[in-house]
């Protein structure tokens, strides 16, 4: 019979997968901004085109593509401060504390804290998924439009 793993270090394991999906969303994040670039660049050949209906496509397939962008921006952006009203955890805190503070905090063991960061690590990850969903959908939206837009154009 195996015995258990002690709270904290079920605590840490859990905190570490949450750390890894903030990360994978923010390197999904990153990526997207690439791609949104090409749509941008897209947008702008379909708007030249002169055809005032592909101008007009090409202007909402920028408006998506704006909107994909800003949506990305949050998901990448740091937050130093924790979701809701949960303390800050990680090196914003440690930026606070004087040395001895520090030894301290590291010293004691306080597993409610724990929880309380993986409480607010695991908002932050499910925030960034929720945005990059949205951001996916816009950026969606925006390559149909330019599909059509190419169409459009061509015609």
């Given amino acids: 019979m195996t015995t258990p793993d002690p709270p904290t270090t079920r605590v840490a394991t859990a905190r570490a ?3 890894a999906e903030i990360a994978r969303a923010d390197t999904k994040g990153a990526l997207l901004l690439a791609f949104d670039a090409g749509l941008a660049a897209g947008t ?3 708007a030249r085109a002169g055809q005032p209906a592909a101008t007009v496509i090409a202007g909402l397939a920028g408006a998506a593509t704006l909107t994909s962008v800003l949506i990305l921006l ?5 937050r130093l ?4 009203d949960l303390p800050a955890s990680g090196f914003p805190r440690w930026a606070s504390l004087t040395t001895q503070e520090a030894r ?3 010293d004691a063991v306080r597993p409610e804290l724990d929880v309380t960061g993986l409480i607010g690590l695991s908002r932050l990850a499910v925030a960034k998924m929720r945005g990059l969903a949205r951001a996916i959908d816009a950026s969606a939206a925006a390559a149909v439009l330019l599909a059509v837009g190419g169409v ?3 015609v």
């Fill in 81 to 84: 401060q924790p979701p809701g």
């Fill in 104 to 106: 301290a905090e590291l």
């Fill in 17 to 19: 997968e949450v750390r």
């Fill in 152 to 154: 459009v154009a061509t």
């Fill in 74 to 78: 949050t998901i990448v952006r740091p």
């Fill in 44 to 46: 702008w050949a379909i």
